[in-house]
């Protein structure tokens, strides 16, 4: 958010006025959905280059902060949606907790067997059969991840039948009885392929927060797998640490 | 919908790579057979083979030398982003080495930004270090520290290449950062931190900015650190219901 301490005078003029119009997006003099000043405006009032100028934007619009609109003119993001990284809680209940719409748009539900991959996850034999989930989840409308989940079929074997645009998959969790406990959860930086990237909104250059996370209920049991791929411009993850 | 699962063909290209690794049990810097090895042997043609080849790549378990094919990628650093291990220890334990550079380490003026995470006035002096850290020899993170040096009077005399922060808080003023809260995102190198990392521009690294604080939540020092994507990745484990700031 702020390498903006360490900017100074001396610093290149692009990263000063990146700073200045940052801090007036964080103090609201710039608010979300209006636009900035134009980039003939900036540079006279600045009394710096055109230029320099749209390299400033650049990064903004880099980091999902301002928004150019072709023939409009740049506009100042919501803010970022700001995830919590340790309680367990499916996409529609972080969302709700934050106040943003969730919904999501099923792309594939099937059922598979484990493979050599899965299979020592769930300590199962290579042939037994997971579901396979694939979903876009959005907030308030816009696509935030691009989930895949895997599950032991016998755990929830009637799956098929049951719509995941109206249960979460915790409720359908909740049918059978399993109570998820904890997980395990790591995190990366990856590209996505064209077409995935194209159903997140987002360019296949662009980069995106990977999730692999294994969920366990009180017995131990491995319940699930989920890998998530969400956007790093639209989120930020908030999180505790203690001795 | 259909009962049986029709896999997307660079999926499953993907899966058989990673589940050929761990059942060879091959270690980093192995290398895998030969594209053309590879598609005979899973039925697989070239594009989608290194389609799959790329994915794995993106996510950092493979890499490829020119000419010479494709390699096991060493694991990644992970940081568990919940525990305060320091940074020195999680390499140790990975067998590796750690180095610091001291960028630069000044006594400052409170500015705004650090003014309000560390709740001090404008103008008290603050030490500023920043720090390059390489493991085996390789920069993987810059990380910047803000510290209320009235409080650690001659705190900016400590030789940080060779002293934990964290450390000398303790020993040397009686400091003892116990708990605190960061932030995780994503942001692009600008030219001097691709230079400092070894790393093209417009790479993308983490960022992490938070403060850290004593037992009775008097933050203690505000820090914010660029790290490279590929060489760490974050860890942690969630529980449910458990609320923020929970006494450890």
């Not at chain 1, 006279?44 to 100028?53: P, Q």
């Not at chain 1, 099923?106 to 694939?134: H, Q, S, T, W």
């Not at chain 1, 719509?163 to 990856?190: M, N, P």
């Not at chain 2, 930004?113 to 002096?125: D, E, F, K, T």
Request: some cysteine; glycine content about 6%.
């Amino acid at each position: 958010m702020d390498r903006a301490a360490k900017i100074d005078s001396r610093s290149p003029i692009y990263l000063q006025l990146r700073e200045v119009i940052r801090n007036k997006i964080e103090e609201g003099e710039y608010s979300p959905g209006l636009a900035i000043p134009s980039e003939n405006e900036l540079a006279e009032t600045y009394g710096i280059n055109r230029l320099t100028v749209r390299s400033a934007i650049d990064a903004l619009v880099h980091e999902g902060l301002l928004k150019r609109v072709q023939g409009k003119g740049v506009y100042v993001m919501g803010r970022k949606m700001e995830r919590d990284l340790e309680t367990l809680g499916g996409f529609t209940q972080t969302m709700i907790e934050k106040n943003a719409r969730p919904s999501t748009k099923l792309l594939a539900k099937a059922r598979r067997p484990a493979g050599d991959k899965y299979a020592p996850i769930f300590k199962l034999g290579v042939e037994e059969e997971l579901y396979y989930v694939r979903r876009v989840c959005f907030a308030d409308e816009s696509p935030v991840s691009l989930e895949e989940i895997y599950i032991p079929a016998a755990l929830v074997p009637k799956l098929e039948g049951i719509d995941l645009g109206v249960f979460s998959l915790y409720e359908v969790y909740g049918f059978y009885g399993i109570k998820l406990k904890r997980a395990t959860q790591t995190l990366d930086v990856t590209r996505l392929g064209q077409n995935d990237a194209r159903m997140l909104g987002v360019d296949a250059s662009q980069v995106v927060f990977l999730f692999e996370c294994t969920s366990y209920d009180e017995k131990g049991r491995a319940i699930e797998f989920a890998r998530t791929y969400t956007r790093g411009d639209k989120c930020n993850f908030n999180v505790c640490f203690h001795k | 919908m259909p009962r049986t699962f029709q896999f997307r063909p660079r999926v499953e290209a993907a899966e058989r790579i990673e589940s050929f690794i761990s059942v060879n049990k091959l270690p980093p810097h192995a290398k895998l057979p030969s594209e053309r090895d590879m598609c005979e042997m899973w039925e697989l043609n070239r594009t989608t083979l290194r389609s799959a080849i790329r994915s794995l790549m993106e996510e950092g378990k493979l890499y490829n030398k020119v000419g010479s094919g494709t390699f096991v990628a060493e694991a990644k650093l992970t940081r568990n982003l919940q525990d305060m291990l320091p940074f020195s220890r999680l390499v140790a334990s990975a067998g590796k080495k750690l180095r610091s550079e001291v960028l630069s380490s000044r006594v400052m003026e409170c500015n705004k930004q650090v003014s309000q995470r560390l709740r001090l006035p404008l103008g008290h002096g603050i030490f500023e270090l920043i720090r390059l850290r390489l493991v085996d020899d390789e920069p993987v993170l810059i990380e910047t520290a803000y510290l209320d040096c009235v409080r650690h009077a001659g705190i900016e005399l400590l030789d940080f290449a060779k002293e934990s922060v964290y450390h000398s808080l303790e020993k040397r003023y009686g400091t003892v950062v116990r708990k605190g809260q960061e932030q995780l995102g994503i942001t692009y190198a600008t030219e001097e931190e691709s230079r400092l990392l070894g790393i093209e521009r417009e790479s993308p690294l983490f960022h992490l900015v938070g403060v850290a604080s004593e037992e009775d939540g008097t933050p203690v020092e505000y820090f914010e650190s660029v790290l490279r994507t590929d060489k760490i990745r974050f860890a942690s484990v969630l529980t449910r219901g458990v609320k923020k700031g929970k006494k450890p």
